[in-house]
């Protein structure tokens, strides 16, 4: 039931290109896919590291919860994401201890998988996302 991995360090975004100048770059981490998110209004890029991945965040609305963090926070580390088998059951093992979810029922990607929040109150301070992987990945 305990997270397997970290699947990806979320950073947001204010400019993709700028942001990939350093992580592609000057890093030299390859792209590993991108993606336009019309639920979350964002557009994504993920770079592979071993087994884990940068994700960068760049909002495309002014309204989405993501673009309001951008305009108060600025950019920066956004979420860190940790893979789990079963996500209905380390969300139950989670609220079981009284810690507050923003997602209380899993939110699906285009792909099929899904994923969770946990509301970095609880979390002192770290937003964490709980993303499915299937055992066969
Ligand atoms: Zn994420």
């Known amino acids: 039931m305990a ?3 970290i699947d ?3 950073v ?3 400019d ?3 942001a990939l100048n350093f992580w592609q770059n000057a890093l030299g981490l390859p792209i590993g896919g991108t993606e336009h998110n019309e639920h979350e209004a964002v557009e994504i890029a993920f770079l592979p590291v071993g087994e884990s991945r940068i994700e960068l965040l760049k909002p495309i609305t002014d309204d989405s919860g993501i673009a309001k963090y951008l305009a108060k926070r600025g950019p920066g580390m956004h979420h860190l994401c940790l893979a789990v ?3 209905e059951a380390a969300m139950a093992h989670i609220a079981a201890q009284g810690i507050q979810m923003i ?3 899993p939110r699906t990607r285009e792909d099929g998988t899904r994923y969770a929040f946990v509301h970095p ?3 002192g301070g770290v937003m964490v996302e709980l993303y ?3 055992p066969s990945n």
């Open 8 to 10: 990806h360090v979320a």
């Open 85 to 87: 088998y079963d996500i």
């Open 103 to 105: 997602n209380e029922t």
């Open 3 to 5: 997270p397997i991995k």
């Open 121 to 123: 109150k609880s979390t």
């Open 16 to 18: 993709l290109d700028s």
């Open 132 to 134: 499915e992987l299937k």
């Open 12 to 14: 947001v975004v204010d």
